[in-house]
């Protein structure tokens, strides 16, 4: 066999065309006209031999920069955080990465109870009772939360909060075309939402309210005053977007009142590569069970007791009338899934609440040392693991500096909020010993002195 990277052998491609009728490749586009084929090879490079291909690849991935030789003070929705050893173990077993939907449940008994364990310790941690067994990524899973709200609402104006992560807003103002949704936007007021344009935009055609918890800047949202808001207007929603490993610590927005809460289980197991493929959770209350995008796995018992896994309810539209389909995903994130139950389960209740403490210590003691170097944070209040300085350089300049001494930096505001060019939004994670922070701050203040 020439390239052990292609199994397929002449044999085997003889085998295919004499078994289906045709004598070679060309026939099976016959009905392709000629006219529009490309009559010639591509333009690509040789084929290598595995050993060569493998060498190349290797080199090309060498010149990347990774955290494990860099100090990552970087975040704005994609962590470095600690990752058990024991889920590449699990992920990489056979049953669990070559699966996809779970249709025999006599044979996936494995990956259906990962994500039942998954939809439970979500449950717990944003203090909903229901929870599907994942979507995509985070931003999948507010979109869908925007389409149930004014499905369940019958209303069209759906507020949200300037202070969610950016790529979230153009998703929601994205997908709000298709459904002829008006997506207000509701400003932000030292680092938070901006309470008084909230309440002067809240109204009876109000479907949503959606705000991101903690924020894209890292400061903790008032969920109770902005719960209170809301409830005052019959039928309007609280969505929150929020980060599960904030819920470790912080008082689960569950607890506040929220009608949806979703988030983005990347802190759990999956690491950072280049921003995905990460993994939505999508949690809600009883009320609105049937109206979830995806599907759930429930716990049951068979003939003779034992207990069991089964797909428990799917509300997609390959599996029910059309019509009565609330959302077009067709699939999950099943794999990552997996990974954030195996990071979960084995962190336990206590593992992540501690985590969730490093992680806002650690970011308390960076701030303090930036405070030193002269860069204050711009924002009052209370924050997770990020929070926000004002550079007195560009922030790309700044970064391409870090970068010279070992750090990538954080992230340039300037980007998406014009009117914070020259700001940074700077991350601190559990992994990020007392020296690289104290490193980190002296580099940032010999920066920008």
Same mark, same amino acid.
């Given at each position: ?27 099976? #586009? ?30 090309? &991935?060498?010149?990347?920069?990774? @955290? ?13 955080? !600690? ?16 699966? !996809? ?22 449950? %717990? ?15 999948? &899973? ?7 709200? =004014?499905?369940?609402?019958?209303? +069209? ?6 202070? /969610? ?10 997908? =709000? ?45 008032? /969920? ?31 607890? *506040? ?14 690491? &950072? ?17 049937? +109206?979830?995008?995806?599907? *759930? ?43 954030? @139950? ?22 308390? !003691? ?16 209370? #924050? #997770?693991? %990020? ?7 560009? =922030? ?10 070992? #750090? ?32 980190? =701050? ?8």
């Amino acid at each position: 066999m020439e390239f052990r990277y292609l199994p397929m052998t002449e044999t085997d491609k003889k085998e295919m065309l004499d078994k289906i009728g045709v004598s070679s490749s060309d026939e099976l #586009f016959s009905d392709i006209p000629k006219e529009v084929r490309l009559e010639r090879e591509l333009n690509l490079k040789k084929p290598a031999s595995e050993y060569e291909l493998k060498k190349e690849l290797t080199e090309m &991935a060498g010149k990347n920069a990774n @955290s494990t030789e860099y100090r990552s003070f970087l975040g704005a929705g994609v962590y470095d955080h !600690y990752i058990p050893s024991v889920v590449d173990h699990v992920i990489s077993r056979q049953e669990f990465y070559t699966a !996809y939907t779970p249709y025999q449940p006599e044979i996936t008994q494995g990956e259906l109870q990962a994500m039942f364990e998954f939809q439970t310790m979500i449950s %717990e941690l944003t203090a909903m009772p229901i929870v599907n067994s994942s979507l995509y990524d985070g931003g999948t &899973a507010v979109v869908e939360a925007v389409y149930l709200s =004014a499905a369940q609402t019958k209303r +069209k104006k759906v507020l949200v909060s300037a202070a /969610l992560h950016p790529e979230y807003r153009q998703l929601v103002k994205t997908a =709000a075309n298709g459904k002829k949704l008006e997506i207000v936007e509701i400003g932000y007021k030292d680092g938070v939402t901006d309470i008084e344009h909230l309440e002067k935009e809240l109204d009876e055609d109000t479907a949503a309210v959606l705000v991101q918890y903690p924020n894209f800047f890292g400061q903790i949202e008032p /969920l109770e005053k902005i719960n209170k808001l809301i409830k005052q207007q019959k039928k309007t929603m609280f969505i929150a977007s929020s980060n599960p490993l904030s819920l470790g610590y912080l008082t689960p927005p569950g607890e *506040f009142g929220a009608d949806i809460v979703v988030g983005d289980t990347q802190v759990f197991g999956i690491p &950072a590569q280049f921003g995905g493929p990460h993994c939505g959770y999508f949690a809600t209350t009883q009320k609105l069970m049937r +109206k979830v995008p995806g599907r *759930f796995v429930g716990q049951t018992v068979d003939k003779d007791g034992q207990r069991g896994f089964v797909l428990a309810l799917q509300t997609r539209e390959q599996h029910i009338r059309r019509e009565k389909a609330t959302s077009n995903i067709t699939s999950n994130q099943a794999l990552n899934a997996v990974a954030s @139950s195996a990071a979960m389960s084995a962190l336990g209740r206590n593992g992540v609440k501690e985590m969730a403490k490093l992680n806002m210590q650690k970011a308390r !003691y960076t701030k303090l040392k930036l405070e030193e170097a002269n860069l204050p944070a711009v924002f009052n209040g209370p #924050f #997770f693991n %990020e929070f926000v300085i004002k550079l007195s350089r560009p =922030a790309d300049v700044v970064n391409e500096a870090l970068f010279e001494k070992g #750090f990538i930096g954080g992230f340039d505001l300037g980007k998406v909020y014009p009117e914070l060019e020259n700001h940074m939004l700077i991350a601190t994670t559990e992994i990020r010993s007392k020296e690289e922070i104290d490193a980190f =701050a002296k580099e940032m203040g010999d920066i920008n002195g």
